[in-house]
Every structure is written in structure tokens, then in C-alpha cells.
């Protein structure tokens, strides 16, 4: 659905319309591309946290541990930089070209999944041969899966 750094670009849009909790932000997404996607929690989440490292987002916490994203005037700049791209991007959201052609969007959705939780498992700490292992062996046994399905 996304090229690498599309999804960062998207959510800073979203950002800059107005602040959004993340599932807003997921909820938008799923409107723009007319129901026939839905990013994960696994994607839009660390998307958030991310910009949040960066500068370009700033997270008020509210009630219930709900998290308010407001897009910083970091994000606003970095955002501006890349405006072609980000007109593009959603260009093809709207015009459903990202729906026609491609994997079905509920594949796509597990590929971002499956790539996210590799990311999230691995970040921040030296990785070792047990844990690297492991994770091999699952990625392998799922794309085993796949080939027999």
C-alpha cells in the first residue's frame, strides 16, 4: 500500500489537518482509501513514535491513557520539504489506484504486520543468536505457508 517513508508522510498529513489520537489517525486512513484498507495498530503506532523522536510530533496524554498527537512546527517544515511526494501519495489513495492491481489490501495489511514486529522486536538492543533463531525460523516457516497455500 505504502513505499518505504509513505506512511510517515501520510500521518503527518493527517497531523497537520488537525491533532488525532492514533486510532483517528487509523480511522482517516481506512475513509481515504475507501474501507478497502486498514492500517494495523502495528504500523501506526510506532509511525507515531517515531515522528515523536524525530521532533515533528509532540503527544499530550488525556484520560484513559489515550495519547494526542499535534503535529510540531519541526513536522511542519519536514512536512512542507515533502509536499509533492505527500500530494502524490494521497493522490492515489483517492484515485484508488493503490486498491487496483496488487496484493489484496488484507495481505498487504499482514506483510506491514510482520515487518513492524521484526522492527519493534529488534530495536534497541543487540539481537542474539537464540533471538535471531527464532525469528528466522518463524519468517521461513510463514513464507513455507504461503508457497503451500
Do not use: C, W
Not at 23 to 40: F, M, Q, T
Not at 43 to 67: I, K, Q
Not at 134 to 142: E, G, M, V
Amino acid at each position: 500500500m505504502f513505499d518505504n517513508g509513505d506512511l510517515r508522510l501520510v500521518v503527518m498529513q493527517l497531523l497537520s489537518e488537525r491533532p488525532r489520537h492514533g486510532y483517528e489517525i487509523i480511522k482517516a486512513l481506512e475513509e481515504r482509501v475507501g474501507g478497502g484498507y486498514s492500517p494495523s495498530p502495528g504500523v501506526v503506532y510506532p509511525t507515531l513514535t517515531l515522528l515523536e523522536e524525530l521532533g515533528h510530533a509532540s503527544v499530550t496524554d488525556e484520560r484513559a491513557g489515550r495519547r494526542l498527537y499535534t503535529l510540531t512546527p519541526d513536522g511542519l517544515t519536514a512536512l512542507a520539504v515533502s509536499q509533492t511526494a505527500v500530494d502524490a501519495i494521497f493522490a492515489r489513495l483517492e484515485s484508488g489506484a493503490a486498491s487496483r492491481g496488487g496484493p489484496p489490501p488484507q495481505v498487504v495489511r499482514a506483510m506491514e504486520n510482520l515487518a513492524a514486529a521484526v522492527r519493534l522486536r529488534l530495536q534497541g538492543q543487540p539481537a542474539g543468536e537464540t533471538q535471531i533463531h527464532a525469528i528466522t525460523a518463524a519468517i521461513d516457516a510463514a513464507a513455507r505457508a504461503v508457497e503451500e497455500s
